[in-house]
């Protein structure tokens, strides 16, 4: 027979948050966050845009960064913070999640960095340092099998080539990862929280 022709469409995903806060009580013995900033998107990022946004992400809130050293010894967060950037069809977004009691706190300071690095730019050392980092890691996925078999998968679906991302790294610039990060709009984001069942 005939071949059948699906089409798929996303939703238009709006720009803006539902809420900028959610709460919720669970039996946890630590409060866990979730502090997410949505971005604008049009259509697919361009891997060097993905790798800009990461290395960003690392910049504000990375284990070598000032800030996460700074809130770490005044107890407001623990080992167990996480920085990321996600991106997919229709969505692009940072987020940092871990475990604390302050954590409205916490999500002012990550905006606080996040408009301070806006306004003076990233560090070269810090720029290159990160960039160094996320080179290595590169480096080292290509010593997992099942990692590279996911990363032939998401370069077809993504029209890239597997060793697209090496090159990049080599001539991405600190311009453009501050072009990038001008890009972040801080208000434009939700923090969720779980917090203490109270007995």
Same mark, same amino acid.
């Given at each position: 027979?005939?071949?059948?022709?699906?089409? &798929?469409?996303?939703?238009?995903?709006?720009?803006?948050? =539902?809420?900028?806060?959610?709460?919720?009580?669970? !039996?946890?013995?630590?409060?866990?966050?979730?502090?997410?900033?949505?971005?604008?998107?049009?259509?697919?990022?361009?891997?060097?845009?993905?790798? !800009?946004?990461?290395?960003?992400?690392?910049?504000?809130?990375?284990?070598?960064?000032?800030?996460?050293?700074?809130?770490?010894?005044?107890?407001?967060?623990?080992?167990?913070?996480?920085?990321?950037?996600?991106?997919?069809?229709?969505?692009?977004?940072?987020?940092?999640?871990?475990?604390?009691?302050?954590?409205?706190?916490?999500?002012?300071?990550?905006?606080?960095?996040?408009?301070?690095?806006?306004?003076?730019?990233?560090?070269?050392?810090? +720029?290159? &340092?990160?960039?160094?980092?996320? +080179?290595? &890691? !590169?480096?080292?996925? +290509?010593?997992?099998?099942?990692?590279?078999?996911?990363?032939? =998968?998401?370069? +077809?679906?993504?029209?890239? &080539?597997?060793?697209?991302?090496?090159?990049?790294?080599?001539?991405?610039?600190?311009?453009?990862?501050?072009?990038?990060?001008?890009?972040?709009? =801080?208000?434009?984001? !939700?923090?969720?929280?779980?917090?203490?069942?109270?007995?």
């Amino acid at each position: 027979g005939e071949p059948i022709k699906v089409e &798929r469409k996303l939703p238009n995903e709006p720009i803006s948050v =539902v809420s900028n806060y959610f709460e919720e009580k669970l !039996a946890v013995a630590i409060p866990l966050f979730s502090f997410g900033i949505k971005m604008p998107i049009d259509g697919l990022e361009s891997l060097k845009t993905k790798i !800009a946004d990461s290395i960003i992400a690392d910049c504000v809130m990375g284990k070598s960064s000032k800030l996460y050293n700074r809130l770490l010894e005044k107890g407001f967060i623990n080992k167990n913070l996480e920085c990321d950037f996600m991106h997919g069809p229709g969505y692009k977004l940072f987020v940092f999640t871990g475990e604390s009691r302050e954590a409205k706190k916490v999500v002012e300071e990550i905006k606080s960095e996040i408009l301070t690095l806006q306004e003076k730019g990233i560090k070269k050392e810090d +720029y290159e &340092r990160i960039l160094k980092m996320h +080179y290595g &890691r !590169a480096i080292m996925d +290509y010593n997992d099998i099942e990692g590279l078999g996911n990363d032939m =998968v998401s370069c +077809y679906f993504n029209g890239d &080539r597997l060793y697209d991302e090496l090159k990049i790294y080599k001539k991405l610039t600190l311009g453009f990862v501050n072009k990038e990060l001008r890009n972040i709009d =801080v208000y434009n984001s !939700a923090l969720s929280v779980v917090s203490e069942v109270e007995m």
